[in-house]
């Protein structure tokens, strides 16, 4: 039986409209790959909180939230299979629940493990790679509809990770795991530029994930997120500034209980290393997002080179977040080769207002080789040069999807 088909929508933020034909729910794999090989163009959705065009499709939406939502853990593999449109916060609940963990999670836990992970969606941490490093496998429905398992170490494995849904449509993925473990958060009111810029491995090394959260501006950034792992014992040192006594939100104005607990109060991991909780908006909702991420070693150049134009930022930017990716060798892992500084920002829903900003941050950032984010919003189309693997990338696609079922004009604009 054919689908309904529904609207195609907006984006979770509101800021994009998609501009498919409609967006189609399947409840079982066949319905999938019937859709998929009826299709011409067709393009996964995950929990759409992606800021740009990069899931829309000239055609269908498949949107897999009605799909079987069946869990399955691996003790001996330590592994989990995982439906991919699940979100990484109800994986993290069941898997806590029985013993388990994931190495890591984003700033939040409500966005699917499948467009988290197309997209090299990151957390924090200088021995945390983005998301997908924690990927053992995937199951893909390919353009001919047909169901292919790729494995780590498989050829086509570091190309199929950070996939901008451009191989196909992801069903399921399996995920390492690890026993459960204790985070404790405390936020501190610092560093200063000056101990950020000199000692910032010091700094990004302060706990298991470090977040500084500035809008540019003044000697010292606004505050800096710490997360630790209990059993790795003491506190922060006091280069992060004075400990905060009250739970705070890092945008001014947002309410404080949006976020995870905070004031050094031990707790399961997936309640601790995400900054939002799920089942309260995280962010500021009426926002866009952008992010940087650049080598290391351009950490001290790009922190000044953002604070040279912090005026020019200031009307537009709610707040900025500084992080770390540890290097891996995905291919279009916005870490891959490199260990990695990112910078983020969230932006008032102001495009207008973006359109003159934009050009002007990545006229200091790209000349020091950043990276844009996948699922956020740039401007640049030059984007060969920054990914060793680009071509290869291409050249896969075109392998595995030759008619271009999976493209669209974001792959398109960025020339892959
Ligand atoms: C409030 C907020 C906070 C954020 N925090 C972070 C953060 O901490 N770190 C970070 O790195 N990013 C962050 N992001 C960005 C976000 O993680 C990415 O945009 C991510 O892709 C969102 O996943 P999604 O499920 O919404 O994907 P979507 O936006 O729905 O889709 C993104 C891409 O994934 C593809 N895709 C989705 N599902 C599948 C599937 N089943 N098979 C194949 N392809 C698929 C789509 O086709 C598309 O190309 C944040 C975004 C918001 C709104």
């Given at each position: 039986m054919p689908l309904a088909i529904e609207p195609a929508g907006h984006?979770?933020?509101?800021?994009?409209?998609y501009r498919a034909a409609g967006a189609a729910r399947p409840r079982s794999l066949a319905a999938l790959q019937e859709a998929v090989v009826g299709s011409d163009r067709v393009k996964a959705l995950g929990s759409r909180h992606s800021f740009s065009d990069i899931a829309d499709s000239d055609g269908l939406l498949l949107d897999l939230s009605s799909m079987p939502t069946q869990i399955d853990i691996d003790s001996a593999s330590k592994t989990v299979v995982v439906p991919g449109s699940l979100r990484y916060g109800d994986v993290a609940s069941y898997v806590n629940a029985r013993g388990w963990a994931l190495r890591n999670l984003a700033s939040l836990p409500h966005i699917s493990v499948a467009g988290s992970i197309a997209t090299g969606t990151h957390g924090s941490g200088d021995q945390h790679g983005v998301l997908g490093t924690s990927v053992a496998a995937l199951d893909i429905v390919t353009a001919a509809g047909e169901l292919v398992h790729l494995a780590r170490g498989d050829r086509d494995f570091d190309g199929a990770v950070v996939s901008l849904g451009?191989?196909?449509?992801?069903?399921?993925v399996t995920l390492d795991i690890e026993p459960t473990f204790d985070i404790?958060?405390?936020?501190?009111?610092?560093?200063?530029?000056?101990?950020?810029?000199?000692?910032?491995?010091?700094i990004s090394a302060s706990g298991y994930s470090v977040s500084i959260f500035t809008d540019w501006r003044g000697n010292a950034?606004?505050?800096?997120?710490?997360?630790?792992?209990?059993?790795?014992?003491?506190?922060?040192?006091?280069?992060?500034g004075t400990g905060m006594t009250a739970q705070i939100h890092m945008i001014d104005g947002q309410p404080e209980e949006n976020t995870t607990p905070q004031l050094g109060l031990p707790g399961p991991w997936h309640e601790r290393l995400p900054h939002f909780r799920l089942g309260f908006t995280p962010s500021a909702g009426d926002e866009i997002q952008s992010e940087y991420l650049l080598a290391r070693e351009q950490a001290g150049s790009s922190i000044e080179a953002m604070r040279s134009i912090a005026h020019r930022l200031a009307d537009t930017l709610l707040i900025s977040e500084i992080r770390t990716v540890a290097r891996d060798d995905l291919w279009l892992s916005p870490a891959s080769g490199r260990d990695t500084i990112a910078l983020h920002f969230t932006w008032r829903r102001d495009p207008?207002?973006?359109?003159?900003l934009l050009p002007a941050v990545e006229d200091l950032l790209l000349p020091?080789?950043?990276?844009?984010?996948?699922?956020?919003?740039?401007?640049?189309?030059?984007?060969?040069?920054?990914?060793?693997?680009?071509?290869?990338?291409r050249a896969l696609t075109s392998r595995i999807d030759p008619n271009g079922k999976f493209r669209n004009t974001f792959m398109d604009r960025v020339g892959l």
């Open positions: 984006n979770w933020a509101g800021s994009y409209h451009a191989l196909g449509i992801v069903t399921n404790w958060q405390r936020v501190y009111a610092g560093p200063s530029f000056d101990v950020l810029v000199d000692d910032f491995d010091s950034a606004q505050s800096s997120w710490v997360k630790s792992r209990t059993s790795d014992g003491a506190a922060a040192g006091s280069l992060l207008e207002a973006l359109a003159r020091l080789g950043a990276r844009p984010h996948w699922g956020k919003v740039f401007v640049t189309s030059s984007l060969r040069s920054l990914y060793p693997s680009f071509d290869d990338f």
